[in-house]
Nanobody, 121 residues
Framework: VQLQASGGGLVQLGGSLRLSCAAS????????MGWYRQAPGKQRELVAR???????NYADSVKGRFTISRDNAKNTVYLEMKSLKPEDTAVYYC????????????????WGQGTQVTVSS
């Protein structure tokens, strides 16, 4: 299974970005998908997570600004980021939790390669 993230980049204070992450491989099901971020010198932290039934949870710091969504048919998760702040600058990683493979192997967790988001002031 591979997770391919895209959509990062450089944006000004108050700007917007949309991240995408597509999971590919012999996937039967994915329980949850999410986005984490890691800024220099800091630990990786949860940004947003969505479970297959569309239940979501967000870090307090991004509530009201970020929206996570998922296309189950495409095994793809999106993160719409608005009103970006310099403190949102980090490498963003997508994650797939409890992935069951065909034919019914697992579950396993997977990580994408990370995409850089930089917000300039």
């Amino acid at each position: 299974v591979q997770l391919q993230a895209s959509g990062g980049g450089l944006v000004q204070l108050g700007g917007s970005l949309r991240l995408s992450c597509a999971a590919s491989g012999s996937i039967f099901s994915i329980t949850a998908m999410g986005w984490y971020r890691q800024a220099p010198g800091k630990q990786r932290e949860l940004v947003a997570r969505i479970i297959s039934g569309s239940s979501t949870n967000y870090a307090d710091s991004v509530k009201g600004r970020f929206t996570i969504s998922r296309d189950n048919a495409k095994n793809t998760v999106y993160l719409e980021m608005k009103s970006l702040k310099p403190e949102d600058t980090a490498v963003y990683y997508c994650n797939a939790e409890r992935v069951v493979l065909v034919p019914f192997e697992g579950p396993y967790d997977y990580w994408g390669q990370g995409t850089q988001v930089t917000v300039s002031s």
